[in-house]
């Protein structure tokens, strides 16, 4: 049997036997980077007693798993995590306790300061709420609770058309959230015309106040 090899075979057989080395090398230094960033961040929410939040590396993202006591507590464990150097991204999967309660909440706060405006008498946002707006969708999409847009009008005018109105800014909002990130099945636009006043009408100050948007949380997402 002829053992001898060519030059060539003798450097291909070298070159591949490298280059599996090198691959080699570059795998296990990921592996050792990744189990590294796992640690760090594990130990990062550890710190601030965040027991309840499991920490699992995925390259350089980290999942977040468990169950928190609220919305800010679950916020708190993402940016801490997002916050270990190296960190590219963060999946954050935890799960709420008592969630719907803890977003009803966050979105009245932003409500009261702030109201969705609209142009006179048509459904088209106005630019100066769009800030708004942003801020909104960003806490639906860390609720992931089904949400309904519920838009309001003032009773003056016909009853008719404030109620058509209504319907068409609330379906404008949903349209602009789900623009902007939040899950279409998510949001329900509902119209209720000038039928749920918070205010006397009689007044421009209560009729301010009854041309509104409110979101209320009706469920879990599906």
Request: with cysteine.
């Amino acid at each position: 049997m002829d053992l001898r090899f060519t030059q060539f075979e003798v450097l291909t057989t070298t070159g591949s036997f490298f280059v599996c080395l090198f691959f080699v090398c570059v795998f296990l230094e990921a592996s050792a980077i990744e189990q590294q960033l796992g640690a760090t961040a594990a130990e990062a929410v550890s710190r601030e007693n965040l027991f309840w939040a499991s920490v699992t590396p995925s390259g350089q993202e980290i999942v977040l798993t468990g169950a928190a006591p609220d919305y800010a507590s679950r916020k708190r464990a993402g940016e801490i995590a997002a916050s270990v150097p190296g960190v590219v991204s963060v999946d954050n999967r935890i799960a709420i306790i008592g969630e719907a309660g803890t977003c009803q909440k966050e979105l009245d706060s932003f409500l009261a300061k702030e109201t969705v405006t609209f142009k006179r008498g048509r459904a088209d946002i106005a630019e100066s709420s769009y800030p708004l707006l942003n801020m909104l969708a960003s806490i639906a999409r860390n609720c992931r609770t089904r949400l309904e847009i519920a838009s309001h009008t003032d009773a003056e005018g016909d009853a008719t058309i404030n109620m058509k109105l209504s319907q068409r800014r609330a379906d404008a909002v949903r349209k602009h959230l789900v623009q902007i990130g939040v899950a279409p099945e998510q949001l329900v636009a509902r119209g209720y015309g000038e039928t749920q006043p918070v205010a006397d009408n009689a007044t421009e100050e209560g009729r301010r106040a009854n041309r509104r948007v409110e979101f209320r949380v009706i469920g879990e997402a599906s």
